[in-house]
């Protein structure tokens, strides 16, 4: 069924780009990201998240894991790798922190995306869940959620993404 709903939800969005009244927006996220690199983001939100990034120019695509904060075309759990609009569904199973890889693909030498990170409410949360329950059964603490620290995290990365790509065209200047 998650399979469908995923394949119904792509269909939707390209029509007419609207989303679905149950999906709450907690972020977006704009970047550039050079050919053959990667920007890292972190999620630490709980539940039910959809990532919806759009290339806005050049191609990039979307790794996701939740055993590695830095997933890559090598390391992913989650994968969307089209030309144009990219959507995961990260489950509320996922342990947090999840990490989330943007490539810029090589086809083009930068790449400029915007992804909307959403919330499905949807899901039906179990109203006797004090916290989350890892995959082998152990508690874990439900952390709030800190859009400053998201916002930071997103500003960082992207700080990193431009200083290399800065540092790169000095090094080809000079060299």
């Not at 394949?7 to 970047?31: M, N, R, T, Y």
């Not at 806005?56 to 030309?83: E, R």
């Not at 090589?106 to 949807?122: A, I, K, L, N, W």
Request: a negative charge; one cysteine or more; hydrophobic letters at 35%.
């Amino acid at each position: 069924m998650v399979g469908r709903w995923r394949q119904c939800a792509i269909c939707c969005l390209e029509k007419d780009d609207s989303f679905p009244e149950e999906w709450v927006l907690l972020h977006v996220v704009q970047g550039h990201i050079g050919a053959g690199n990667y920007s890292y983001l972190r999620l630490n939100h709980d539940g039910r998240i959809i990532l919806h990034m759009q290339s806005l120019k050049g191609d990039a695509d979307l790794y996701v894991s939740d055993k590695t904060l830095h997933p890559s075309f090598d390391t992913y759990k989650l994968q969307s790798a089209t030309c144009g609009q990219d959507v995961v569904v990260v489950p509320g199973d996922f342990t947090r922190p999840v990490g989330i890889g943007i490539y810029g693909h090589p086809s083009h030498q930068e790449s400029e995306f915007e992804m909307r990170v959403f919330y499905d409410q949807t899901v039906p949360q179990d109203p006797f869940d004090k916290g989350s329950y890892n995959s082998e059964g152990v508690h874990k603490e439900k952390k709030s959620a800190h859009a400053s620290e998201d916002e930071f995290q997103e500003e960082e990365s992207i700080f990193w993404t431009i200083l290399i790509g800065l540092l790169k065209i000095i090094l080809e200047i000079l060299f």
